[in-house]
């Protein structure tokens, strides 16, 4: 089995890194072959822009998804962004490691979406969700979050983790991934200002074991749903008959009950 980490935290002494690397050392002991991708390292662009084709479509106006394309079938995409694919490609399992900033992800993580998911090469029309590239491999996001897991639940004040991080779990299952359910390290920051140093390393030691316990049984993990081409209509909506997963699709009837 292989697995690939896409690292996206520019300090080498920062908890993010910590987790990919204990997370790999799991893995590796295991009998797992391990890469990572340490994005900020790398010096990976995140910035999509008309300089990575210099073999263009339309030198007069770029267009990102037709410029994408056009490289796809010619055989010209970026290599940075040919290295990722092969990468991902390769791996059984792709762990995404990055801080909630903004309650988002940083910008680094974001690009290497708009850049590596290149259309044509990784998805079209009819190549995505269950028909995706990546269908049958698994992925799964790894976050650090500043607060609390109280302030990330449902009524918490920093908002539902579970909706802040189904965007970016819809990308990956876009492609084809199954989506596993996510691994989320809270209070990696906010508790060093307020609790006493040797408790705050010893509950990141803590969350550390957490991780490689969980990655070492990632074959059998929980997986995120999300519904088939075949659950969708002409129309692009949700068919009546098909479950719906998420707080971001919802029937018409759900939103008169409001």
């Known amino acids: 089995?292989?697995?690939?980490?896409?690292?996206?935290?520019?300090?080498?002494?920062?908890?993010?890194?910590?987790?990919?690397?204990?997370?790999?050392?799991?893995?590796?002991?295991?009998?797992w072959s391990v890469t990572v991708s340490d994005l900020y390292a790398s010096g990976f662009?995140?910035?999509?822009?008309?300089?990575?084709?210099?073999?263009?479509?339309d030198a007069a106006r770029f267009e990102p998804q037709s410029e994408q394309r056009y490289?796809?079938?010619?055989?010209?995409?970026?290599?940075?962004v040919i290295d990722e694919i092969a990468a991902l490609d390769a791996a059984d399992l792709v762990v995404f490691q990055y801080p909630m900033w903004w309650h988002m992800p940083p910008a680094m993580l974001k690009g290497y979406f708009d850049r590596v998911f290149a259309y044509g090469e990784v998805y079209t029309g009819g190549k995505r969700f269950e028909r995706g590239r990546f269908a049958g491999k698994k992925a799964m996001l790894s976050v650090t979050v500043g607060t609390s897991a109280a302030t990330y639940g449902h009524d918490g004040r920093s908002g539902?983790?579970?909706?802040?991080?189904?965007?970016?779990e819809f990308n990956l299952a876009y492609v084809g991934f199954t989506v596993l359910r996510p691994f989320v390290a809270y209070g990696v920051e906010?508790?060093?200002?307020?609790?006493?140093?040797?408790?705050?390393?010893?509950?990141?030691?803590?969350?550390?074991?957490?991780?490689?316990?969980?990655?070492?049984?990632?074959?059998?993990?929980?997986?995120?749903?999300?519904?088939t081409m075949a659950e969708w209509g002409e129309d692009g909506r949700i068919r009546p008959d098909a479950p719906v997963y998420s707080a971001y699709v919802r029937r018409k009837k759900d939103l008169e009950l409001e």
Do not use: K
Not at 45 to 57: F, K
């Open 1 to 31: 089995m292989r697995a690939h980490f896409v690292l996206a935290h520019p300090e080498p002494q920062s908890y993010n890194v910590a987790l990919v690397a204990h997370g790999a050392d799991v893995l590796r002991a295991a009998g």
């Open 45 to 57: 662009d995140p910035c999509e822009r008309p300089a990575h084709y210099p073999a263009r479509r």
């Open 71 to 80: 490289a796809s079938e010619a055989g010209t995409l970026p290599q940075a």
């Open 160 to 168: 539902d983790i579970e909706l802040m991080l189904w965007p970016v």
């Open 190 to 227: 906010a508790g060093l200002a307020y609790s006493d140093p040797g408790v705050v390393r010893e509950r990141l030691a803590a969350t550390l074991v957490r991780f490689g316990e969980e990655l070492a049984l990632a074959e059998s993990r929980a997986v995120v749903p999300f519904n």
